[in-house]
C-alpha cells in the first residue's frame, strides 16, 4: 500500500503543474433527484442526482461515482456566465452544454471560456430543458471549487445542463477515458459489503486534490488534453 501511496504522490506532483482544472465554484447548486437544490459542497458520492441528455430532451436520476477534483480552500479564476434565468460559475476549461440555437439538439459540449453572448445554454425547468440567451461572461476570482463525476457523464448545475469534464474538448473521448472509474464504482456496488482491498478506491482519494485515474491519465496520455 505505500508503495501505491507513493506512485499516486509521484504522478501528483508531475502532473499539477500541467492540468488545466476544471470544476463548479464552490457556491454552485446541484439538483438532487427529488428536485430539491443541494450545495456542490455537501454533495457526496452515492447521492442520487437529476441529469439530462441535451439532444434527446430526456431527464434522468443518475448517481455521482466520485470527484475528479475537489480543492475546498484554493483560489481560482472562473467564467462566470449570466443568463436570462440565472447565472453559472465554472473554470475556463469545464465542458458545458451550449448553442448558437434555441434548439438543444444543435448544442454541443465547449469550454466555458469559448461561450459569448451569442449563446445559449439550456435550463432544467418544469421537467423540461429550456434555452436562455447568455448576457454577460465574466472572469471571477472564487474560493474553493468541485468537480463530481456522474454515470451518465452530465449533471445540472445551478439549473444548466452542464458535463462532468474538463480540460479534454470532446465529450464522448472524456467520457470514454473515465469507464474504468464509472465500472469500479459498478462494481463496488455489485460486491455490496463485500469489498476487498483491491476494490477499495478511496484508499487512494485525498480530501484536497485530483483524483487519482485522473493524474494518471494527465502524466501517461496529455494528448487528451486540450
Keep these: 500500500q505505500l508503495h501505491s501511496m507513493n506512485f499516486i504522490t509521484y504522478i501528483s506532483d508531475a502532473a499539477e503543474s500541467s492540468f488545466a482544472t476544471g470544476c463548479f465554484a464552490s457556491d454552485s447548486l446541484v439538483t438532487m433527484a427529488d428536485g430539491s437544490l443541494k450545495s456542490i459542497q455537501d454533495l457526496n458520492k452515492g447521492d442520487k442526482v437529476l441529469t439530462a441528455d441535451p439532444f434527446t430532451g430526456e431527464i434522468t436520476t443518475d448517481t455521482v461515482v ?14 462566470k456566465i449570466i443568463h436570462d434565468n440565472g447565472e453559472i460559475t465554472l473554470t475556463d476549461y469545464h465542458l458545458i452544454y451550449a448553442g448558437l440555437s434555441k434548439d438543444a439538439k444543435d448544442s454541443a459540449a465547449i469550454f466555458a471560456k469559448d461561450l459569448t453572448e451569442q449563446h445559449y445554454v439550456f435550463q432544467l425547468s418544469n421537467a423540461t430543458l429550456t434555452s436562455y440567451k447568455i448576457r454577460r461572461v465574466l472572469k471571477v476570482t472564487k474560493r474553493g471549487y468541485y468537480a463530481p463525476l456522474t454515470l451518465s457523464g452530465n449533471i445540472i448545475v445551478n439549473g444548466v445542463v452542464s458535463s462532468c469534464y474538463a480540460s479534454v474538448s470532446n465529450q464522448w473521448l472524456g467520457h470514454i477515458a473515465m469507464f474504468p472509474v464509472r465500472f469500479f464504482h459498478k462494481l463496488q456496488v455489485g ?7 483491491v ?23 496529455p494528448y487528451l488534453l486540450s
Design 66 to 79: 466520485t470527484f475528479l477534483d475537489i480543492n475546498k480552500n484554493k483560489t481560482n479564476k472562473f467564467t
Design 191 to 197: 460486491l455490496g459489503t463485500f469489498k476487498p482491498l
Design 199 to 221: 476494490f477499495h478506491e478511496d484508499m487512494f482519494l485525498s480530501a484536497d486534490g485530483i483524483h487519482w485515474y485522473a493524474k494518471l491519465l494527465i502524466q501517461f496520455f
